[in-house]
């Protein structure tokens, strides 16, 4: 079959096939165990220097934000990001050092706050490589080949773009349609990062919301670290199966972090902290800023439940529940700074 | 009493109007949000929106700060996942697209990713997002955004979003959906559509005190200014207080 076109972007975390499945035959359990463990524990295990990593939620929705702090404080170095709409979470990751690769769909910027200082000066100075680009449902369905165990599937977008040219996909024609059609290769990250409402000790996984494309990472994922607001029982798990989106199988470490996505939102439970994401947007203007920010609230402090408490603790928490349940009105620095 | 309306709130006010009641958009951050959202609360109550990170036909009770935010599924029909809009979008359910650009050129093909070359950024901007994706399949793209020189130009620094590429039938050459492409453009001087036969971008309407010569002082391309041009309509004490409503600490209309 002709290839009509192929991209020239890095393809990161491909694997063939059969080599995935082997490698799922050999280390993924099928036992129902016990999966809780400490974040110092599940990072220092699955998050070896040089992985490819990707986050659940979206950027700064539902972010394992423990967990990011925690590979942070051990210092994780040459960390390639899979950049699936990537805000708070790659923003952080990159000017802390940890990141120096991404495949963009989308980074560095923060949506309605403007673009990411720190990230920003990162990729420009060429301390942050982009290997790739690709758009929002590309990516995704790169996680939704890998979650089939597919090596590719086909789309309709990204089609005459430079996007496409600075892509992994190739465009062939349709052997049905006669038409051109992109093929997005899979992509199964090393570790995945994410942050729920509620699961077992096996890591039978709910997510009250929307499911953005957790889905489909989670089961692209080679290891799935997930942070959780509770840990729950079996039982509630068992009687509304039809809520798990996650299944045990999958999952390869359970760590109860409750807030563990602040300062970015958690659905139904608290909106973001922009009174935070406006500190670290203000410091991460220069290098020194940032690291006085990594300073005060990741090196400095033990775990995640220091760090809650010197970001305002229970007020803190309890302002954000109102905020996210419309009771309380929205702050946020960066708005007086854009006037 | 009119003429204290902000160029935001023109532009919001322009864009709701493009908006038919029963239909289904597809909404990005900021701008495009608060059209839908206005669109909803006057000429188009049965407005299906649909945000890229999974919200599916909600009552967004005030302006969210992100497409994932808890207000993109608050009293919604669904609260789904990327893949399923992104499916929908792909196999012809969303008529309306919303996007903004950096850049855009005379076919309506748009740029997010970069000024400058691309290994070697000027500015980097944040990439495509779902801005490829919606105007690869929606069936008519809007796009909201400021205009002049820099930002009107012959030739985009990279090609983010396709629009009509390099003119008719090039999208459907691509492998594109059929029948798909940019709509309208919206600056805060004109409103733009794109000519049948060449699918360049065709002044339709000047803003209220903005002149043709204007219009063509900020683009760096020839737009075709055909011998009937409209004015737009400028928004009224009514919609002005709903725009405060929805966004009540100005974040996208101002103070």
Known sequence: ????????????????????????????????????????????????????????????????????YEIIRQHKRDLTFCGKTAVHDSDVLIAAGAVCRIEVAYAFGHELRGLSPASRRAVESGRCQVVAEI??????????????????????????????AHSSAKVIEDPFSGKPIALLPACYPDVVLMH???????????????????????????????????????????????????????VDAVIEAPYGAHPTLMPDRYYFDEDHIGEWLRLSKTDEGAAEYFERYVYSVEDFAEYLELIGG????EYLRQVEHLEAPLRAPWLEEKK | ????????????????????DGKSVFVGTGLPMIAAMLAQRTHAPNLLIIFEAGGIGPQVPVLPISVGDSRTFYRAVAASSMHEVMSAGQAG????????????????????????????????????????????????TIIVMRQDKRRFVEHLDFLTTPGYLDGPGARERAGLPAGSGPYRVITQLGLYDFDE????????????????????????FELIIPDQVGTTEPPSPQVRRILREIDPTGMVIGK
């Open chain 2, 93 to 140: 359910y969303v008529d309306y697209g919303f996007l903004g650009a950096a850049q855009i050129d005379p076919y309506g093909n748009l740029n997010t990713t970069v000024i400058g070359e691309w290994d070697h950024p000027l500015v980097r901007l944040p990439g495509s997002g779902g801005a490829n994706d919606i105007g690869s399949f929606c069936w008519r």
């Open chain 1, 135 to 164: 758009s929002n449902a590309g990516y995704q369905w790169r996680f939704l080949a890998a979650a089939m165990g597919l090596p590719f599937i086909p789309t309709r977008v990204m089609l005459g773009t430079d996007t496409l």
């Open chain 2, 197 to 220: 036969d060449s699918k360049r971008m065709r002044l339709l309407a000047t803003h209220p005190g903005v002149t043709v010569d204007d219009i063509c002082a900020n683009s760096a």
């Open chain 2, 1 to 20: 009493m009119n003429e204290d309306y902000t160029p935001t709130e023109l532009l919001a006010y322009v864009a709701a109007g493009l908006l038919e």
């Open chain 1, 314 to 317: 229970e007020e803190r928490l």
């Open chain 1, 196 to 250: 729920v409402h509620r699961c077992d000790k096996y890591g039978n996984c709910q997510v009250d919301g929307i499911a953005v494309e957790d889905f489909e990472l989670a089961r692209a994922a080679r290891r799935l670290i997930i942070t959780t607001e509770e840990i729950v029982d079996e039982e509630m798990i068992r009687s509304q199966p039809w809520r798990t989106l996650i299944p045990y199988y999958l």
């Open chain 1, 1 to 68: 079959m002709d290839i009509l076109q192929t991209g020239q972007g890095e393809l990161i975390g491909w694997h063939d096939p059969d080599e995935h499945r082997a490698w799922v035959a050999a280390h993924k359990s099928r036992a129902l165990e016990d999966k809780r463990t400490t974040l110092r524990e599940a990072i220092a295990r699955y998050v070896p220097d040089g992985a490819i990593i990707a986050c659940g939620g979206f950027g700064h929705i539902r972010v394992s934000m423990a967990a990011i």
